[in-house]
């Protein structure tokens, strides 16, 4: 069936480096894509999200890029802090029936 | 309350008893979503509810599992006759519905089968 899919499980980076997560997706009726951040022993909290009608979207230090084309979608963060250690999830809303599909995760390691 | 609350946060069950696990969504929210998600893995698609329609249970991963969502507002996960597999935190979400809404989640409820 169609689904989400990431492409790297564990990122590494180094404190004030610049992250990017990426997911790739197959259903080509999904028009709304969400990222969000798991943090240990929490739930999945909204990071920013973006329609298929834009291919960017700005944020606080992040920014969502999509690429309908290849049906690719990705998350940067910029000066990448300790804090945002976390699993990042991205996830689609079809526009048959609503409902919110997750992608696999990206465990994202920042190093001091 | 604010968010979305999920009762227990943790439970610990005997295998073969039944458990209820209870979601309070944000008040006004027509969708309500029901995901598993085991240890260090993704969030596995149970349940959701829109509205007055049918729920789509296609998620749904044996008929050991049922959810109810009383009154369009509280929803409550039944499991029968648990398994150790069933083991997982339990992530119910809330939002507005229609196409392009956030879904905000509780904190989970974390099920240790044993």
């Known amino acids: 069936g169609e689904s989400v899919g990431l492409h790297l499980p564990t990122l590494s980076v180094q404190e004030g480096d610049n992250s990017i997560i990426n997911c790739a997706y197959s259903?080509?009726?999904?028009?709304?894509f969400i990222w969000y951040k798991q943090e240990s022993g929490k739930g999945p909290q909204f990071i920013i999200d973006?329609?298929?009608?834009?291919d960017k979207r700005q944020g606080q230090r992040v920014t969502v890029l999509l690429n309908k084309t290849v049906k690719h979608l990705s998350l940067q963060i910029a000066a990448t802090q300790p804090g945002d250690s976390a699993v990042y999830f991205c996830?689609?809303?079809?526009?048959?029936?609503?409902?919110?599909?997750f992608g696999g995760g990206t465990r994202l390691m920042v190093k001091p | 309350g604010a968010g979305v609350s999920q009762s227990p946060s943790n439970k610990v069950t005997e295998k073969g008893k039944d458990v209820e696990l209870r979601c309070d969504p944000i008040?006004?929210?027509?969708?309500l979503y029901w995901y598993r998600q085991s240890l260090g893995q993704g969030l596995e698609f149970l349940i959701y509810?829109?509205?007055?329609?049918?729920?789509?249970k296609s998620g749904l991963p044996s008929d050991r599992f049922s959810a109810e969502r009383t009154g369009g507002s509280v929803s409550t996960l039944t499991i029968q006759r648990t398994q150790q597999e069933d083991s997982a935190v339990y992530l119910c979400?809330?939002?507005?519905?229609?196409?392009?809404?956030?879904?905000?989640f509780g904190q989970g409820t974390r099920l240790t089968v044993v």
């Open positions: 979400a809330s939002s507005l519905g229609g196409g392009d809404t956030e879904a905000f």
């Open positions: 259903n080509s009726a999904s028009d709304y």
């Open positions: 973006i329609r298929s009608n834009m």
């Open positions: 996830a689609e809303i079809s526009n048959a029936g609503n409902m919110l599909t």
């Open positions: 008040s006004g929210h027509t969708a």
């Open positions: 509810f829109q509205g007055n329609s049918a729920p789509d």
